[in-house]
């Protein structure tokens, strides 16, 4: 099992920054592939960025040269750093760990954090 607490969310400008946190237990985190994907009202959920146990990134074009993704394995933490931030980057942003175990790829979710670009 794993437990995730995201943080970080608000109201920002377009042009703006933030850094979302998301913190996990339960685990051993550090062998645990983690991830964001966001929902913006009416959508699909999509894939922001994901972060393998050795470091590897992937980002979607929509928020690649934006977006990055890094994980503290010492305090067992995940974070999505945001910048040059637009309004349709507004959703609710989750935090995902994708644990395998053998042949089993197990799927855990934060509760969503919300952000919202807006002047």
């Known amino acids: 099992q794993v437990q995730l607490v995201e943080s970080g969310g608000g109201l920002v400008q377009p042009g703006g920054s933030l850094r979302l946190s998301c913190a996990a237990s339960g685990s051993i985190f550090s062998s645990i592939a983690m991830g964001w994907y966001r929902q913006g009202s009416g959508k699909e959920r999509e894939l922001v960025a994901t972060?393998?146990?050795?470091?590897?990134?992937n980002y979607p074009d929509s928020v690649k040269g934006r977006f990055t993704i890094s994980r503290d394995n010492a305090k067992n933490t995940v974070y999505l750093q945001m910048n040059s931030l637009k309004p349709e980057d507004t959703a609710v942003y989750y935090c995902?760990?994708?644990?395998?175990?053998?042949?089993?790829?197990?799927?855990?979710w934060g509760q969503g954090t919300q952000v919202t670009v807006s002047s």
């Open positions: 972060i393998t146990s050795g470091g590897r990134t």
């Open positions: 995902n760990a994708a644990q395998k175990i053998f042949t089993t790829v197990y799927n855990y």
